[in-house]
């Protein structure tokens, strides 16, 4: 049997909804078939101490130069955090990036910011996710 690709994904997120990030990893992880690195920006990295805006951005910046794929949760609160805009900016213009946007979990309304920059919207389902990231890094 032939080996599984490994994608390399950036999950943003905002630590104020820190339990949709966990869930979204821990539907990654159970994924059958599918193999990721994970270079999100974990809680307790040095970056969030940095000692201003520009240098917080270059962290990110830096941060997310290996991955393949952006995954972004589309709630409402995206619409308003100002380092989602920023990460976006950086996937799409910075280094042309493919961006799903996931829709939380039995959530109808979605962050026009994210869903206007993403390649895909996705439910908030395993396949659907794994799928999305499948066709935009193949």
Known sequence: ??????RNLFISHSWSYGDAYEKLVALLDAAPNFRYGNYSVPKDNPV??????????????NQMV????VLIMAGKYATYSKWIQREIQIA??????PIVAIRP????????VVS???DRLVGW???SIVAAIRELDP
């Open 1 to 6: 049997m032939p080996s599984l690709k490994s």
């Open 48 to 61: 969030h101490n940095a000692p201003n805006v520009e240098a917080l951005y270059r962290a990110i910046k």
């Open 66 to 69: 290996f991955y393949n794929v």
């Open 92 to 97: 799409k213009k910075d280094f042309d990036k």
């Open 105 to 112: 979990w039995a959530n109808e309304q979605v962050s026009s």
């Open 116 to 118: 206007e920059a993403a």
């Open 125 to 127: 389902n395993t396949s």
